[in-house]
């Protein structure tokens, strides 16, 4: 009789929480996360007592049926209700608390090879979205809700929504305010995302330094030692100065005398050169003084 009694609570369960299902009846020849929560409480039972194969056996043939996979040693808590009930995975050592709901997708999965404690804690009030993935045995608190494609790999607060790969906390349930419940895990408006929130903090600071160099820059333009037509925000830009002395700082070159040897060995220039003029005395002398 207590066994019926859990699984008429489990109707109503899915009753206050599905709008979609109409009556016990229609639960109970349609839901396949209910026929999961049924085979499981008697393959549970048969756990207990020692049947280890029959009840595996069982948890089998529900899997085949529901496509929900829940080992016969995880303890299921009251008023549990698997939505859409595709894809469910529950490990040997997973406990869920009363009133958890998760959706289609969800694991509560290991990750250690050693027979103790190895998958996780549900406390009451949970729900988790479709295909998040909570991995360790950790423990989720009681009333949080854990986002939907969303990875836990540590402790969840109780009364808190994480999203995320791995799952960030992105806000808490307010004190002495008691919501409604929320579908897989997020509400649908007014959810923070912690990425958007660092990108505006990013933007803001980023506008508040562009300010600042404005600023920075119309005051340096009003300086006296600002240079006459100098662009705003470019830096001042000093005379060129070329090394040399005398007419060097108009940019010209001061060019040294060139010495007689070497305007000789110049063709053209024999007539202009000392060399040149006693070569050309010479061929008069020569020629009895004519030209």
Request: proline share 7%.
């Amino acid at each position: 009789m207590k066994m019926f009694a859990r699984l008429k609570e489990d109707m109503d369960a899915i009753l206050a929480r599905d709008p979609a299902a109409r009556s016990r009846l229609e639960v109970f020849l349609c839901y396949p996360g209910f026929h999961a929560i049924a085979t499981h409480r008697a393959s549970h039972w048969l756990w207990g007592k020692g049947f280890r194969l029959t009840a595996r056996f069982f948890s089998h043939l529900a899997k085949v049926f529901t496509g929900v996979e829940i080992h016969p040693g995880a303890t299921i808590g009251r008023r549990v209700f698997i939505d859409h009930a595709t894809g469910v995975v529950i490990g040997e050592t997973a406990e869920v608390g009363d009133d958890v709901t998760l959706y289609q997708g969800v694991t509560l999965g290991g990750t250690s090879l050693h027979k103790g404690k190895r998958h996780p804690t549900l406390g009451d009030g949970v729900i988790v979205g479709s295909g998040a993935q909570i991995l360790g045995p950790h423990t989720v608190g009681e009333g949080a809700r854990i986002g939907a494609n969303a990875v836990v790999l540590d402790e969840v607060p109780p009364g808190v929504t994480v999203v995320g790969i791995p799952a960030r906390m992105v806000m808490r349930k307010p004190k002495g305010i008691e919501e409604d419940f929320c579908a897989y895990g997020v509400p649908t408006e007014h959810l923070p995302d912690p990425v958007v929130r660092t990108m505006d903090a990013l933007r803001g600071q980023i506008s508040a330094l562009m300010d600042r160099v404005e600023t920075l820059e119309k005051e340096r333009e009003a300086s006296p030692g600002a240079v006459p037509g100098a662009a705003p925000g470019r830096g001042q830009r000093l005379p060129h100065v070329v090394s040399g002395s005398g007419d060097a700082a108009t940019g010209a070159e001061e060019r040294e005398p060139r010495t007689g040897v070497e305007d000789a060995s110049v063709p053209g220039s024999d007539a202009a050169s000392p060399v040149g003029e006693r070569d050309e005395d010479e061929r008069r002398a020569a020629s009895g003084g004519q030209a």
